[in-house]
């Protein structure tokens, strides 16, 4: 309590000037990024959302009029034990024209065997298995090979879909023909495991929620989530399916709006997936995500940065300079800053950080609320209970994640770490690692 006084009669004690000289990162940057920017933008979302319902429900019509086979393929290692469950989520779709085709990469448990019996029993259409395993993008372009769907929808082995998802997912595409992606809604179906899923759960809901609608608004999205995504099947033949990753979602989504196609994220189609179940899982998976950002924007795809490129777009060039400035340039720069306060006002580290804290709350607390406002009657009651998570955020968020952050835009800018993950196979890498990115 003493420390919270100190930290107001420090605030009461500085004018507007010296307040903002101590807390112009998270008013410049934070603040009116993902509050500002997300409250206005969920906003227009809501109106254009209300406006356009006639035009909505006159898609979802025509969608069921023309009934176009969707495939839904499915990549997996290891990942028996959850197939059942995502297979009774596709059984029990309100849109029921569509073939589920499950790739078992180089599993050495029983996957296999639990995909024959799903087959035999008439719950998934078809199986495919590499007895040696070749990775994620190879077994996605593997189904990719064998699907015969106008749109084709990539799940993650570990998610089920709520009963109304594929239909929503596809809905889009006959609302605008220029869209080339849709991404699904992500919620985190693990909520409480442990602490580790029960923070992820929050994150989940600002970043790939809330942070998605926003981006999508700004034409600026710039991932469609492997987890459950939607393509025209005509658009992925073009772009041959995926390359190797780690980050091969980001790099998929730049790959078509390179064609200049629109992508989308979907807010009413639902997907629950299963997030790391400890923080050591956790740290591994963000630092694999973290990397892709100097691999595949800095190197693969820096040429949407370049004026000089004759396929030049404004909301390419945006989305990638989005993503570098508030991940990585203003990741290096709150260092920076938490030098300048150490060094050059040691006397007052204790009290900064105290105010540091109670704003980043406020601000975790108000996307709290925008989340539950886009969830709307697909809230549960235990995201709801999450409330009592937000205290650790800025923690998490502020700190936690973003050591991770910089030590892999570090690791992949100095050493090109990513291509010796064991996420892909070692002999993959090894190909890959020749080309210039």
Known sequence: MQLLTN???FINSQDAVDLFYYFWFFLVFDFSRYVLADTFFLMVYFFKKKKNRPVRVDARLRLFKENPLISIIVPGKNEGRYIPELAKSL????YKNIETIIVDDGSDDNTFKILRKLKNEGKIDSIFRNDVRGGKASAANLALMYSNGKYVVHLDADTHLKEDSVEQIIIPFYMDSSIGAVGGDLRVKNIYANLATSLQSIDYMKSISTGRVVNSQLGILRIISGAFGAFRKDVLDQIKGWDVGPGLDGDLT?????LGLKVKHEPEAVCYTSVPDSFIKL????????RSLVRFRLRKHSDLLSFKNRNFNIFNFLTVVDNLLFNMVMNFKWWIYIFYIIFLNPKFIAIIFVINYLLYFSTNVIEFI??????????RFQEYMLIIFLPLMPL???????LIRTYAHIMEIIHRSSFEDKWNPWKVSKVVKKQRF
Do not use: S
């Open 7 to 9: 930290a107001l009669d």
């Open 91 to 94: 059984n029990r779709q309100t």
């Open 254 to 258: 730049l790959k078509i709006r390179k």
């Open 396 to 402: 998490y968020h502020g700190i936690f994640l973003r």
């Open 283 to 290: 740290i591994k998976q963000r630092y694999r995500w973290d």
């Open 370 to 379: 925008l989340a539950t406002k886009l969830y709307g009657k697909t809230m």
